[in-house]
Nanobody, 126 residues
């Protein structure tokens, strides 16, 4: 079965950086229709952050655009999220997600992801 395992979270001070990793097992990460990063803070809903599409398209939501960068290393079967200039509001559990191919076309969409990692905690202090 497909497995996604996040790592790289931790506690940092505002302005610091972290690089999250999402290791894919039992599947070639390059074959996913989409892969993305999400986060969820206590008492808040799931928030999409960034995605990579199988056609090469990359997108970041405005809240993190310019600070966070999604990327992937197919040789390592790993998705990354480089997070710079971290703010206290970035504190959340961060999740990696993936969508396997189907008949649908179009951009990556939060409702379409069908595999999720266990999450890695990011805590940013002021």
């Amino acid at each position: 079965q497909v497995q996604l395992v996040e790592s790289g979270g931790g506690s940092v001070q505002a302005g610091g950086s972290l690089r999250l990793s999402c290791k894919v097992s039992n599947y070639n990460s390059s074959n996913f229709y989409c892969m993305g990063w999400f986060r969820q803070a206590p008492g808040k809903g799931r928030e999409g952050l960034a995605s990579v599409h199988s056609d090469g398209g990359i997108a970041h939501v405005d809240a993190v655009n310019g600070r966070f960068t999604i990327s992937q290393d197919n040789a390592k079967n790993t998705l990354y999220l480089q997070m710079n200039s971290l703010k206290p509001d970035d504190t959340a559990m961060y999740y990696c997600a993936a969508e396997t191919p189907s008949q649908r076309v179009g951009v990556c969409h939060p409702a379409k992801y069908n595999y999720w990692g266990q999450g890695t905690q990011v805590t940013v202090s002021s």
